[in-house]
């Protein structure tokens, strides 16, 4: 059974920094593509980062290059997302995916996925 579980949402000030994380297990880690998307109130799922799983290479939404490091650990099976210089637009739940294909150009979509996890909410006040 696949699961993806997501930690360390909350809330904190603007210009903070959070990092989180996200548990797979039920998939061959090293093997599969791996991504972040949030979603905001009344606003569709958005993509913000993703990494292959071959040869580390990542892709940034433009809102995320810059203050954004998508990376992974493959003895713990765990991606991150360090998030830098928080604003309050960063607000949204943020969701873990497992990727079923890449877009070279980065531009990353909810078709991509294959499976979601459930989500952790990140606010950022002013």
């Known amino acids: 059974q696949v699961q993806l579980t997501e930690s360390g949402g909350g809330l904190v000030q603007t210009g903070d920094s959070l990092k989180l994380s996200c548990t797979v297990s039920?998939?061959?880690?090293?093997?599969?593509?791996l991504a972040w998307f949030r979603q905001a109130p009344n606003n569709e799922r958005e993509f913000v980062a993703a990494?292959?799983?071959?040869?580390?290479?990542?892709w940034y939404h433009d809102s995320a290059k810059g203050r954004f490091t998508i990376s992974k650990d493959n003895a713990k099976n765990t991606l991150y997302l360090q998030m830098n210089s928080l604003k309050p637009e960063d607000t949204a739940v943020y969701y873990c995916?497992?990727?079923?294909?890449?877009?070279?150009?980065?531009?990353?979509?909810?078709?991509?996925?294959?499976?979601w996890g459930q989500g952790t909410q990140v606010t950022v006040s002013s």
């Open positions: 990494i292959a799983h071959y040869g580390g290479q990542r």
């Open positions: 995916a497992k990727l079923s294909t890449y877009s070279e150009s980065g531009d990353f979509g909810t078709h991509n996925v294959r499976f």
């Open positions: 039920g998939l061959p880690f090293s093997s599969v593509g």
